[in-house]
T-cell receptor, first 112, second 111 residues
Framework: SQTIHQWPATLVQPVGSPLSLECTVE??????LYWYRQAAGRGLQLLFY??????ISSEVPQNLSASRPQDRQFILSSKKLLLSDSGFYLC???????????FGSGTRLTVV | QKEVEQNSGPLSVPEGAIASLNCTYS??????FFWYRQYSGKSPELIMS????GDKEDGRFTAQLNKASQYVSLLIRDSQPSDSATYLC???????????FGAGTRLAVHP
């Protein structure tokens, strides 16, 4: 069966520090991969999506970037974190329309 | 900008009652619709999908879709305290399976 791993679960980082969040999917090939952010008490905002290795589309201009170095690996990065980058970061995957998205367990990032 | 609108709630219902959650969307070309449940501090989990006009039932959950009115709803029968969560409506838009989420409705089921 397919599983999605996301780490770390929680992270506290100072303003101006770099960020790297990793997501991996098992049990499937060539998944569509997504990064979402959920600010406190808010809905899910799509940040990036990828339909294949090296293919990244950005939904909103921001202080973050994404990369997909391998088929089942998706990385979210920042060179210098801002206070406004705090939130709950969720990785998700899909392979077709019938099943919607499956989310990882998320990373709660607090920038201080 | 494609939008999905939900009443933020909280929607408070007594245990055993029917909870009715509603959602409207702006993209008339949308064909796939989903309901997710999110417990506090956890990631969303998919509970229902619906693609055709009408009702789709799965256990205590019924999803309803009216594409002409651009309206999706979720009914939860025999509500239980364990159903207390935020329910997110999501609509598939665009060419790469991009799900657009509403802000969610918080449901509180009280004994």
């Amino acid at each position: 069966s397919q599983t999605i791993h996301q780490w770390p679960a929680t992270l506290v980082q100072p303003v101006g520090s770099p960020l790297s969040l990793e997501c991996t999917v098992e049990g499937t090939s060539n998944p569509n991969l997504y990064w979402y952010r959920q600010a406190a008490g808010r809905g899910l905002q799509l940040l990036f999506y990828s339909v294949g290795i090296g293919q990244i589309s950005s939904e909103v201009p921001q202080n973050l970037s994404a990369s997909r170095p391998q088929d089942r690996q998706f990385i979210l990065s920042s060179k210098k974190l801002l206070l406004s980058d705090s939130g709950f970061y969720l990785c998700a995957w899909s392979v077709g329309l019938s099943y919607g998205y499956t989310f990882g367990s998320g990373t709660r990032l607090t920038v201080v | 900008q494609k939008e999905v609108e939900q009443n933020s709630g909280p929607l408070s219902v007594p245990e055993g009652a029917i909870a009715s959650l509603n959602c409207t969307y702006s993209d008339r070309g949308s064909q796939s619709f989903f309901w997710y449940r999110q417990y506090s501090g956890k990631s969303p989990e998919l509970i229902m999908s619906i693609y055709s006009n009408g009702d789709k039932e799965d256990g205590r959950f019924t999803a309803q879709l009216n594409k002409a009115s651009q309206y999706v709803s979720l009914l939860i029968r025999d509500s239980q305290p364990s159903d207390s969560a935020t329910y997110l409506c999501a609509v598939l838009s665009g060419g790469y399976n991009k799900l657009i989420f509403g802000a969610g409705t918080r449901l509180a089921v009280h004994p």
